[in-house]
Every structure is written in C-alpha cells, then in structure tokens.
Nanobody
Framework: VQLQASGGGLVHAGGSLRLSCVAS????????MAWFRQAPGKEREFVAV????????YYADSVKGRFIISRDNAKNTVFLQMNKLKPEDTAVYYC????????????????????WGQGTLVTVSS
C-alpha cells in the first residue's frame, strides 16, 4: 500500500485546513489510519487515528475539539479537518497506516505504523 498526502498550506491563526491522504495498492478498509506531525527540531508526534474495524477515533489532547479525522472507504481516503488552527500546529503532517493490525494500546506509537505518506507542510501564522 502507498499513501499520498495533500492539503497543506499557509493559514492565519484561527483558520482551517483539510488534509487528505489517498491510499493505493493493497488497501484494507479495516486498517488503522493515523495522522502524525513533526515540527522543526521536534520528534514526530501523534495527532489522530481512525480505527477501520470499529470506526473509533482518538485524538491528541492538543488537538481534541479542533481537529476531526474521517474516512471515505469508497475513495480510499482519510481526511483531517483542522479548525481553529494555532501557530503551534505548524508542522509537516504525515498520514500513516500499518500492513498488520495495530493493537489498541499501541495506536499512538510511531513505530506501530510501517507505511507513511510523504508529508504535507502546514504553516500557521500568528
């Protein structure tokens, strides 16, 4: 499976962006799809995840109530709607999935995912 992320850009604080991640190849609607981000000089961190089997979603505390992850299985696409953006949301955003099941207690971990998109840059100006 391959992932292609898009939708990043420059936005003022308080604005919104929607990121998209299209999966191709041997896709699995039951797979776990996640978004991570990496700011300059910082480690990659978990943002949001969608569990394909249950439809359950989970968010980092820093984005809860502002970001929404959703999925369109017909289009093999996962979205990240980002609202009320803050300068601290500035980062390269990556979508990720795993070719094997991701255990519930591991869904936040970078190393649980072995397929990554190329990243899309989100810059929020103050």
């Amino acid at each position: 499976v391959q992932l292609q992320a898009s939708g990043g850009g420059l936005v003022h604080a308080g604005g919104s962006l929607r990121l998209s991640c299209v999966a191709s190849g041997r896709t699995d609607t039951a797979s776990t799809m996640a978004w991570f981000r990496q700011a300059p000089g910082k480690e990659r961190e978990f943002v949001a995840v969608h569990r394909g089997g249950t439809g359950n979603t989970y968010y980092a505390d820093s984005v809860k109530g502002r970001f929404i992850i959703s999925r369109d299985n017909a289009k093999n696409t996962v979205f990240l709607q980002m609202n009320k953006l803050k300068p601290e949301d500035t980062a390269v955003y990556y979508c990720a999935t795993s070719e094997s099941p991701v255990l519930y207690h591991m869904i936040l971990a970078v190393h649980s995912y072995n397929v990554w998109g190329q990243g899309t840059l989100v810059t929020v100006s103050s």
